[in-house]
């Protein structure tokens, strides 16, 4: 009988999600790329943004990633890696989700209100409801995200409000803004 790659996935997730909690930390996502002896088992995490005392911030580092990987390596080498990971050799890698995060859940978007992302949907703006021709066809686009509203994202375009669901989003990221460095300039 063969595990349907959910279930393992799943089971993984559960784990991983538990050693998360005891770092301190959250899981943010999985992901399992290549096929045979290439094949990735990527593992993201996640923690707070905390202010230092010398003002500046930290997040998810290096120690946090390491002592993931080590708990879930105990725990594979102990209940048998290939059980848990079913599909022969691959490869471990944690890291953080970084600063162009892809989002995939309604509690990743939760976490980026109010921050520029880019969005490319299964559908055009005016399918769901945009009354601006300039938006209508429009299936990728880069906007501030307003809110998240039960199962929809909500947008601002133009002096039009546009409510996007979770299921019609194909791909979406956090996009990275640079801020320019005012101090020093000279006018």
């Avoid at 959250?26 to 230092?52: A, C, H, M, Q, W």
């Avoid at 929809?152 to 990275?176: C, G, M, S, W, Y």
Wanted: glycine share 10%; aromatic share 6%.
């Amino acid at each position: 009988m063969e595990i349907k790659p959910e279930a393992w996935l799943k089971k993984i997730e559960n784990i991983v999600a538990d050693i998360c909690l005891k770092q301190g930390c959250e899981l943010y996502d999985i992901e399992v790329v290549g096929s045979g002896n290439g094949r990735v088992l990527r593992i993201f995490i996640d923690k707070p943004v905390v202010t230092l005392e010398d003002g500046s911030q930290a997040g998810v580092g290096i120690e946090d990633c390491s002592n993931v990987a080590r708990g879930l390596n105990e725990i594979l080498d102990v209940e048998g890696g290939e059980e848990l990971v079913p599909g022969g050799a691959y490869s471990l890698e944690v890291s953080s989700p970084g600063l162009d995060r892809h989002l995939k859940t309604k509690n990743h978007f939760e976490k980026v209100v109010g921050k520029k992302i880019y969005v490319q949907l299964d559908q055009s703006l005016g399918s769901l409801g945009a009354q601006e021709k300039a938006i209508q066809l429009t299936k990728k686009f880069e906007e501030v995200l307003k809110g998240v509203e039960d199962d929809k994202l909500v947008f601002d375009f133009r002096q039009e409000t546009i409510k996007v669901p979770l299921n019609l989003v194909h791909k979406a990221k956090l996009t990275f803004e640079f801020k320019e460095n005012t101090k020093g300039k000279k006018k």
